[in-house]
């Protein structure tokens, strides 16, 4: 199936002009920007929504409400016609991988580790990617450099795993936590490479206003399968959650996550993936100094290999063509 190129302009990214796909025009330029740093600083707004709002219900409704606001501006202000049965089902596989597995993932592990250390764990995420594009058969087998990058992600890797393994580090990870964070960069991966080939709206305001809506079902029925709504006190939200949450809604959701969805169509998987070297560091700084998140010695080693990882993948990797 041919991946779809016929996409409207996004609020922060118009359509490429005629210099050519997936090329560092200005309209590109400024979509990476957005998902460097936008989504660097929603790991710890996270943390901060997570203080006092419930998990699953929060994120859940973070992206129902940007789905639905997104839905309606495609509808009314765009024009575009009632989607089909069948891309509603595009977008709750979509949705499940992307929004349940992958930031659902994410919102429960920040509640056993630091904000800073779960961006730098999905920073592991192009690692996936290249894999999971090979096992496909999108691409031929990896070069030797992909290779290389890949064994050294997996040292940055373990030894975020293993915390006092080199009698650097100053406290221990949540081995739970981690693991989840794992499974989180593996299930983005698979929406991610899933979307790229899936029968969506031709309109990228729909389809991905479609994701959002679907994804945020899921992890409220995630949340209410956890008991959420029987903890659920109004008067327990404190402010910071709250801004925090509306931060999340309006730079997570709307901007961010419609941004990456429409850098995966446009310069590919690998490209778009690059956030994951820089989120990290945008999220370990904020950690640092707007929460107190300490950084020790081997977890900057592990985020040296894991970075590095990533770059010589991001490099030596050569993108899938479209049939």
């Not at 915390?163 to 221990?172: A, Q």
């Amino acid at each position: 199936m041919a991946v779809q190129s016929n996409i409207n302009k996004l609020p922060l990214t118009p359509s490429l002009s005629k210099r050519g796909k997936g090329e560092f025009n200005s309209q590109v330029i400024t979509a990476f920007g957005a998902v460097y740093l936008l989504w660097g600083s929603t790991y710890l707004a996270i943390r901060f929504v997570i203080e006092t709002l419930p998990p699953f219900l929060s994120a859940g409704l973070r992206f129902l409400l940007a789905g639905l606001i997104l839905y309606a501006f495609a509808r009314l202000k765009k024009g575009e016609s009632a989607p089909l049965r069948k891309y509603w089902k595009s977008a709750f596989i979509i949705g499940g991988f992307l929004l349940l597995g992958g930031n659902g993932s994410v919102v429960w592990a920040e509640r056993y580790v630091p904000s800073g250390l779960a961006a730098l764990f999905l920073a592991i995420t192009p690692l996936w990617m290249v894999l999971l594009e090979w096992w496909w058969h999108e691409t031929r087998r990896p070069s030797l450099g992909v290779f290389i990058g890949i064994g050294i992600g997996f040292i940055g890797v373990w030894l975020l795993m293993a915390p006092n393994l080199l009698k650097l580090g100053t406290h221990s990870i949540h081995l739970g936590g981690a693991l989840l964070l794992l499974f989180a960069s593996l299930s983005w991966s698979i929406g991610s490479i899933y979307s790229r080939r899936s029968d969506q709206a031709k309109s990228s305001y729909l389809s991905t206003s479609m994701q959002m809506i679907a994804g945020g079902i899921l992890l409220m029925l995630m949340g209410m399968l956890q008991g959420e709504w029987a903890h659920l006190h109004l008067a327990n939200f404190s402010f910071k959650s709250i801004l925090a949450w509306i931060y999340l809604i309006i730079f997570g959701s709307l901007f961010g996550f419609t941004t990456y969805l429409w850098l995966l169509k446009n310069v590919g998987v690998a490209r778009a993936s690059t956030y994951a070297f820089v989120n990290p560091v945008v999220a370990i700084f904020l950690g640092w100094a707007l929460a107190g998140e300490r950084l020790d010695a081997q977890t900057a080693l592990a985020a040296f290999f894991v970075l590095v990882a990533v770059i010589t993948i991001t490099i030596y990797h050569k993108e899938p063509e479209s049939n």
